[in-house]
């Protein structure tokens, strides 16, 4: 290579990292907005589009930590985490079953059942809401967190099972046919053999079901109605009062803290997470 060809390479090395520095810029401003917000008072908010604050304060922390309700913002968090746990076990759980199943057993109905199933990703969750609404005001499950954990228990969310099925038919079957000729039964196949090889593709539904259940509005609206229920989603919407001025500076703050979790989840998890993706989305 030439000195010419060298040069000619460094200069679009430098404009490639330049152009991709300046739109990852500008992607993330919001957020950087956002996190500076946080720390600026609510005058200061509306009258600078900058995300460095010029007085910097911690006002929006402290009095958002401590709502306008009896409860802390740590009650929230709690709650919050007490809809997560299980709704991502349950998810994981049932998912795989449900997953292993349509990839690994033939019965009758199978396609039937399996085309209902992504047809179901088409159907809009707004669809449902009434009828299961009312199936679970019926039941007396109002105000509580079943109607939250329950269908996840029963593999409700769709996308995750047809997304571990695809990464099932990407995994040959010779080690699946080995341990049933040791003996070993279809359970025991599933938590001993696949489970383990199918590790990625669930700690990646398992990142999607924290993070799309952290981000959930609409559920909790629905069907918890006692505020010492209410997960963080929720508490955000007590601050604000359409009827008086409020402090955009606590809301900001408590919505950097509510972005945490996720954000350190994801970044702890990144590998499992393209890897399970990138593998099931590959049949083998």
């Not at 956002?34 to 010029?54: D, H």
């Not at 309700?69 to 809809?83: D, K, V």
């Not at 679970?136 to 109607?147: A, C, I, K, S």
Request: overall charge neutral; aromatic content about 16%.
């Amino acid at each position: 290579m030439t000195q010419e060809d060298r040069r000619a390479e460094q200069i679009q090395t430098f404009v490639r990292y330049t152009l991709l520095t300046v739109v990852g810029f500008i992607m993330l401003y919001p957020l950087l907005w956002l996190v500076g917000a946080s720390f600026k008072t609510n005058a200061e908010i509306f009258g600078s589009i900058g995300f460095i604050p010029q007085e910097p304060t911690l006002d929006g922390y402290r009095k958002g930590w401590e709502t306008s309700t009896p409860y802390t913002f740590g009650r929230f968090f709690w709650n919050t985490f007490l809809i997560i746990l299980p709704k991502t076990i349950f998810t994981a759980i049932s998912c795989a079953v449900v997953a292993y199943g349509f990839a690994r057993f033939e019965f009758p109905g199978k396609k039937i059942l399996f085309a209902s199933l992504i047809a179901t990703l088409l159907l809009p969750n707004v669809v449902t809401r009434i009828p299961q609404y009312i199936l679970f005001r019926e039941m007396g499950w109002l105000d509580t967190y079943l109607p939250l954990w329950v269908p996840s228990a029963f593999a409700g969310d769709a996308f995750f099972v047809f997304m571990l099925v695809q990464f099932l038919r990407a995994i040959p079957r010779d080690m699946e046919e080995a341990a049933r000729v040791d003996g070993a039964n279809s359970f025991q196949t599933l938590i001993y053999i696949v489970v383990p090889m199918l590790l990625p593709a669930l700690i990646s539904v398992m990142l999607f079901q924290f993070m799309w259940t952290m981000n959930d509005f609409l559920g909790p609206l629905i069907y918890l109605s006692s505020v010492e229920s209410f997960p963080v989603s929720l508490a955000l919407k007590l601050s604000i009062d359409t009827t008086e001025a409020f402090d955009w500076n606590r809301i900001l703050a408590m919505s950097v803290l509510a972005l945490l979790p996720a954000l350190i989840v994801f970044f702890i998890a990144q590998r499992y997470f393209i890897e399970g993706i990138s593998a099931g989305g590959v049949k083998g």
